[in-house]
């Protein structure tokens, strides 16, 4: 199982950035998908997921600003980040789990400036 994420950077408060997950060598059709985020020296937070029928579910503090959305022919997964904050500075890791195991992505640094 791999999830490959990518798309972050550095962007000025109010920009916008595309984070995107790929996966390998999971039934992407029925994967929950999530997204996570670590700051600097605090824990590792849930920013939203969505289920394998497209349901979305996001943290208050994103809701209005991101979308996360799925591809099922490239098996991927996304997350649209709007009207960025500085707050919103973070590791952003993908993130999936069946059975009982769970699979991380390698992070993907977003940093946002005032």
């Known amino acids: 199982v791999q999830l490959q994420a990518s798309g972050g950077g550095l962007v000025q408060a109010g920009g916008s950035l595309r984070l995107s997950c790929r996966t390998s060598g999971i039934n992407f059709r029925i994967a929950v998908m999530n997204w996570y985020r670590q700051a600097p020296e605090k824990q590792r937070d849930l920013v939203a997921n969505?289920?394998?029928?497209?349901?979305?579910d996001y943290v208050d503090s994103v809701k209005g600003r991101f979308t996360i959305s799925r591809d099922y022919a490239r098996n991927t997964v996304y997350l649209q980040m709007n009207n960025l904050k500085p707050e919103d500075t973070a590791v952003y890791y993908c993130?999936?789990?069946?059975?009982?195991?769970?699979?991380w992505g390698q992070g993907t640094l977003v940093t946002v400036s005032s």
């Open positions: 969505v289920t394998s029928g497209g349901s979305a």
């Open positions: 993130n999936t789990f069946r059975r009982g195991r769970e699979w």
